[in-house]
């Protein structure tokens, strides 16, 4: 079994551009978590996906973020007129569904996006 | 509402001292606690997590952290620090149920001395 895939590793992108980016889960893995990390900080949650449960998107910044999941396999999120303070790096993680016993979250490599 | 504060953004050790990395946590709720590792250009890997059951877990690599609920703290520790330990370390607390997104520390960087 592969772990938490993303791609691409590393975007560079000019401010006002529109980004995408990828992240495939654990096969089997309901839930899918994103996290942002800037520079030096921790990781903010930004949105939550279980099944096909409406998602959890009380962690995006702006209306500038959205994601999106298709069923329980692959999630885009996209930044829209990305800003210079929307350089991180972006990560995914999946975990078994939320209610379960063994609960863990599993991390992918993460995209580091600059924005210029 | 949930946070955790991690004290030392850096900590230095000479190998083969303790290594004991500090964290506080605030949760309204019983909370999951746990303790992730980033080492340098790769991803997150868990080091243990608290789940309300025995108060003192042991993780992996020799780690363990111990659940102080008087204190609101789960500060991690290793008896004697290796050279591979250094890496960057993340408390994290999350809700024991329903949405489960973790609120992260802001990091401490563990430096190992040779």
């Known amino acids: 079994g592969a772990g938490v895939s993303q791609s691409p590793s590393n975007k560079v992108t000019e401010k006002g551009k529109d980004v995408e980016l990828r992240c495939d889960p654990i096969?089997?893995?309901?839930?899918l978590y994103w996290y942002r990390q800037r520079l030096g900080q921790g990781l903010e949650f930004l949105i939550y996906?279980?099944?096909?449960?409406?998602?959890?998107k009380s962690g995006l910044p702006s209306d500038r973020f959205s994601a999106e999941r298709t069923g329980e396999s692959v999630s885009t999120l996209t930044i829209q007129r990305t800003q210079q303070e929307d350089s991180a790096v972006y990560l995914c993680?999946?975990?078994?569904?939320?209610?379960?016993?063994?609960?863990?979250?599993?991390f992918g490599p993460g995209t580091r996006l600059t924005v210029t | 509402a949930q946070s955790v504060t991690q004290l030392g953004s850096h900590v230095s050790v000479s190998e083969g001292a303790l290594v004991l990395l500090r964290c506080n946590y605030s949760?309204?709720?019983?909370?999951?606690l746990f303790w992730y590792v980033q080492y340098p250009n790769q991803g997150l890997q868990l080091l243990l997590k608290?789940?309300?059951?025995?108060?003192l877990v042991k993780g992996i690599n020799g780690f363990e952290a111990e659940f102080k609920k008087s204190e609101t703290s789960f500060h991690l520790t290793k008896p004697s620090a290796h050279m591979s330990d250094a890496a960057e370390y993340f408390c994290a607390v999350s809700r024991p149920t329903g949405r489960r997104a973790l609120t992260f520390g802001s990091g401490t960087r563990l430096q190992v001395q040779p």
């Open positions: 608290y789940t309300s059951a025995a108060t």
């Open positions: 949760s309204s709720v019983p909370p999951y």
């Open positions: 096969s089997g893995h309901t839930a």
């Open positions: 996906f279980q099944g096909n449960s409406a998602p959890d």
């Open positions: 993680a999946s975990s078994l569904p939320a209610g379960g016993l063994s609960y863990e979250q599993y």
